[in-house]
Every structure is written in C-alpha cells, then in structure tokens.
C-alpha cells in the first residue's frame, strides 16, 4: 500500500459497489449502490473497473485528506465540493495532491453521492463485494479517522492554466428534481388487484422516514388487493411494489430480503430505481406505467451512453499516460465465481 | 422420460429485470423439485448476463442484467432446462442431516407458551411434535440463508405475531403458519420463536455461507442449559454417513 485517504468527517458514509450478485442465491439481498448510474460513472471517469469500491455519501457533510496524490472525481446527489477552500466540480476527474483536505457539504437535492479514487480501495469482499449488508454484519461504515488505502495512486494531473478544469467529458447529469416520476410495468400478481391497481398511476405518493436500502415506504391513495389469500414466500425482485398490511406502500430497493410473501402489484425499472434511490423523505413520487421491452430499450440506450462515455475517458488518459485499470473490467458489472478469487 | 410438461409451469416476467417460472402441475412436491433444478441447471450454465435463481415453494426467480442478456433470450433458457430434467428425480441423490440442538421455552424461547395455548397443546406436545419430523430443507429465505422447513404437525397453523420483533438474535427457533424455520443471523421477526439452538449456522468465511441445501434434512433435538452452554458456538455440521 502507498497511501490513501483519512477520513476527517463522515456521519453516513459506506465503502460500496455495483452489488453482491451471488448473494440472492444464498439468501443474502444484492445490496450496493442505490444509484447505479451515478456510481458507475464515478468509477468510469477515474478508469476504474465499474463494480470497484468506491464511497456512498447519504444526506450529510463527508470529508477527507488525500495521504498520496490522488485522482478523484465526485457524482451523485449535488454537493459542494471544496479542495483546500477551492471549488471543484462534480462529474468530472479531479486531481487532488497529498496532503489536501477535500470537504463535500450541503446536499442541496438528492440522497446520494459517491466518491470513487483511481486505483479504488483495499477492502474486504463477501461473494465478491464489498456492498455493505447489515443482516451479516460485513462492510466498511465510514467514521472520522478511518483509513482507506488505495491500491494505485498516480502523479497529480495539473493544468498549469488557473488550475481549471482539465476535462469536457460530456457526462450526462441525471435530474436531481423535487418530484419523481417513477417507471414500472405490470408486476406478475397485478392481477390480484383487479382495476384497484389503476390507483397506482393516478395517485401521488409522499415518501416516509421509515425508507431505507432494504426499501422505500410512501403514504397516499393505497391500491386494495381484490383476494385475501394467503401466500407462500417467494423470491421478489428488487423494485417490487407491494401493498403489506398497514397504511403505506412499500417499493424494494436493492437492500431487499430476497423472499416474500404479499403479491408484487408492479416492478420499477432498473433505471427508475436509480431515480428512489436518489429520492429523500417527504418527497413526492407518482408512476408512470411502461412495457418490458421499452424499459429493455432504455437500459441498452443506457448502456451505449456509458460506454461511449468510457472510451472518451479512455483516450483521455492514454493522452495524459495515465495508468489505466480496463484490464480488470469485467463488463458484466457483477464478478462471476470462477473470477471473483482473481479480482 | 425427461422434460417437464410446458403445461406444468407458468413463465412470466417480473419487471425488466427477473422472470418468475411457477408450478401448475398439481404435484407441490414435483413442482418444488423442478423449480430448483432449473436454478441449479441456469448456475451451471454460468451464462453471461444470468445473475442467479431464487427458488422456493413452487416458484423461481430468475435474475438477470438487462445490459446483457434479453428477456426473450432468458426465457429461451428456462426453456432449455425444463427440456433437460426429469420431473420425477430426486433433487438431491444423497440429502445430509442436520442435528439442531434446541434449548426450548425461558429466554431463548419466548413464545412456547403461547404457540402450546394458541395451538390448544401444552407445552411438551409443542416440543415433542417440533422434534417428530425428519424436515426438509425447501429453500434458502431471509434472513442470511434461513432453512425452510414444512411445519410441526400442530392441530391448527400458528398466527404471525401481531407486532414484529424490531431484532431477534441468530439462533433462534421459530414456527409461523405451517412453516418452521432457524434464524443464522440476527434480523426483524414475525414469527413465534420457541427456542434457540447454540449453534452457528452463517460462516462468512466460506461458501457457501450455510452448511446446509434445499433437499437436505434437519431434526431438531431438546437440551439443557448445561449443554447449550457447552455447545454455544460451534458450527452446525452434516451428520456422519455410517459407510
């Protein structure tokens, strides 16, 4: 190891990744970032691997000092990003020196921004992820002190220029917006619903405190479901709306226990997902009703744009001969067994 | 004869993301067996794009990264591991068995004296009818790999309790319904808990994380407090085969 970051101030602050993929076979939720695209993009504008550890910051203030010249960059829910008491933007690679104090405050609009280091950080793995999983008891809570070392450092990238910015990636920056419109298509037991199901589309719903990773909760107009039999548990998929007894919905995120038994009136997409997993309490959400194959559609659209957005990067850094790490990149975004040991 | 009946089971999607394949057949015991042999077959395949199964009762998740893999193409695999099993095999040749030592009833076991007055038993029966069964393993549930087992025969299934446990710790026995289950690691609860084994069942450190297996057996045996403390941490291991 040579050298890393000290953590200066952290309230919610976790080492996560893409999610632990062969945890659902085993009874263990997926877990891993709440929004994916803001961490995948963390990792890709600093020639990470997509599934790397890197930092989730939720709602508060999280700072840290760089022990070796460092490039970092910063995406997710906007924050003020000050390097040694100047400002830096979010969504494109910095370079920070050793020894300089970075300081993310006031969350202004979503829930979560991540933080992803060239080179990433030595941490533990369960199934091949370092996704924090509250049930087992494994992951990495950030608190102030703590120390994370990163495998690769590299030389300051410095433009001798105003110290401007170095890059026009061209990122595309999601909407971190007050209201929420949320994707689904028709869940498997919609039809135990019968027509209360169209209550979903026409309703607005205002997300409780009680919402977390394993799933968020919202009040309003509840869809009834028509049958009252009882059913055996079975495996959900994340973004599952289910209606359990009580007065609120409850939508699955990626911190789900893997099996249920109340009927799934409805499924967000994945790229919806990343939208609940940026939404805070209090705010309100509708859903939009989509088709399978037109969210199929947006995802591979999705898809394109980050792999576009890699090669950009790419040339980038063969430019400025900065070491890159594609040769770790598994485009699967999720290790597979037979690779995991090597990662 | 192989091949599972394209009448047997329901393939649908679930969201963008997952099919679920459920069994029709009429036969929970075949419809529980092929709902994990096309887990198993799909992990055997290893394709990319094919995240992995939850199978259960009589259903199956199967999950999948849409960035690789279409839903069109997932279904075509399920379809090709249904062409491959034979409905009729067992799903494990040679299922192990699990000793669970229980200390029953007082702290470890809060809720055996209301499952004896709820089940209108008292409360040796409950213990004597939890210890009967030779259990099988269904299928792996939250938290952390529980083993699910079909209920003790009680006259009358056993209500969830009315207002969860925010936390009851690993190691605890449990019944709902006609279900039974053991707890690896500490998490919220609903059911009525009846006792607690010493015994660790989630070990991080390999894989998988339970010793256990959908198909494998698992009897529970009562002890004392002097030998739940003298087994308090070992690990839960597989009977010996006599050869």
Redesign the interface.
Same mark, same amino acid.
């Given at each position: 190891m040579s050298g890393g970051i000290r953590v200066d101030t952290a309230s919610m602050a976790v080492v996560t990744d893409l999610g632990r993929?062969?945890?659902?076979?085993?009874?263990?939720?997926v877990n891993g970032a709440l929004d994916q695209y803001s961490a995948r993009i963390a990792n890709i504008l600093v020639a990470n691997p997509e599934q790397a550890p890197l930092i989730e910051v939720i709602a508060f203030d999280f700072a840290f000092t760089a022990q070796a010249d460092l490039l970092v960059s910063v995406t997710g829910a906007p924050m003020t990003v000050d390097v040694d008491g100047v400002a830096r933007s979010m969504w494109e690679p910095v370079s920070i020196g050793a020894g300089q104090r970075v300081a993310l405050s006031a969350m202004t609009e979503g829930l979560r921004t991540y933080i992803a280091v060239h080179g990433s950080f030595d941490v533990p793995l369960?199934?091949g992820s370092c996704a924090p999983d509250t049930?087992?008891?494994?992951g990495v809570v950030l608190t102030a002190g703590w120390r994370l070392d990163v495998r690769t450092p590299v030389a300051p990238i410095v433009n001798p220029y105003f110290d401007m910015s170095l890059f026009n990636l061209d990122v595309l920056i999601p909407y971190f917006g007050d209201d929420a419109v949320i994707d689904v298509?028709d869940?498997?037991d919609a039809g135990q619903f019968r027509g209360a199901g169209a209550r979903l589309f026409e309703a607005t719903y205002t997300v409780t405190a009680k919402s977390n990773h394993i799933g968020l909760r919202m009040a309003g107009d509840l869809p009834v479901r028509s049958s009252s039999e009882?059913m055996?548990?079975?495996?959900?998929?994340?973004?599952?709306v289910e209606v359990p007894p009580g007065d609120e919905l409850l939508v699955l995120h990626r911190g789900r226990?893997?099996?249920a038994g109340y009927p799934?009136l409805a499924?967000?997409?994945?790229l919806a997902l990343d939208d609940l997993g940026q939404v805070r309490p209090g705010q309100q959400v509708r859903f939009r009703r989509t088709t399978?194959e037109r969210?199929?559609e947006n995802?591979?659209a999705?898809?394109a744009r980050l792999d576009r957005l890699r090669q950009r990067v790419d040339t980038v850094y063969a430019c400025l001969g900065v070491d890159r790490h594609l040769e770790l990149w598994d485009?699967?975004?999720?290790p597979?067994?037979?690779r995991a040991s090597a990662a | 004869m192989t091949g599972v009946d394209r009448s047997d089971v329901l393939i649908?999607?679930?969201?963008?993301?997952?099919v679920?394949v459920g069994g029709v057949s009429g036969d929970r015991e075949q419809d529980w067996r092929v709902m994990h042999q096309i887990?198993r077959r799909l992990?055997a395949r290893?394709e990319?794009?094919l995240? $992995? @199964?939850?199978?259960?009762?009589?259903?199956?998740?199967v999950?999948f990264?849409?960035?690789?893999i279409?839903?069109g193409a997932v279904m075509e695999r399920i379809q090709d591991a249904l062409d491959a099993i034979d409905p009729d095999a067992p799903l494990t040749a040679e299922p192990r068995t699990f000793v669970v030592p229980v200390l029953y009833g007082g702290d470890g076991g809060p809720d055996l004296d209301d499952v004896a007055s709820l089940t209108g038993l008292d409360r040796e029966e409950v213990i004597r009818l939890h210890q009967e069964p030779e259990y099988i393993v269904r299928?792996?549930?939250?938290?952390? $790999? @529980?083993p699910?087992l079909d209920g003790p025969a009680f006259p009358v299934p056993v209500p969830r309790l009315s207002s969860p446990r925010a936390s009851v710790p690993a190691g605890v026995v449990s019944v709902a319904?006609r279900q039974a289950t053991i707890a690896?690691?500490?998490?919220p609860g609903g059911w009525c808990v009846i006792g607690r084994t010493p015994l660790t069942l989630?070990d991080?450190s390999r894989?998988?994380?339970?010793p256990y297996a959908p198909g494998d057996r698992i009897r529970f045996t009562r002890i004392d407090e002097a030998e739940y403390t003298r087994l308090e941490g070992r690990a839960l291991v597989a009977e010996e085969v006599a050869a």
């Open positions: 993929t062969r945890g659902p076979a085993q009874g263990l939720p369960l199934l049930v087992a008891g494994f298509t869940g498997p009882e055996i548990s079975r495996g959900v998929p994340i973004g599952a226990g893997v099996t799934v499924v967000v997409t994945p399978v969210a199929e995802v591979r999705w898809r485009p699967t975004g999720s597979r067994p037979s | 649908a999607a679930c969201g963008p993301a997952a679920r887990a992990a290893g990319l794009g995240t $992995g @199964s939850i199978p259960t009762y009589e259903a199956v998740l999950e990264d849409p960035m690789l279409t839903i299928c792996l549930g939250s938290p952390g $790999g @529980s699910m319904g690896p690691a500490s998490a989630l991080l894989e998988p994380l339970v």
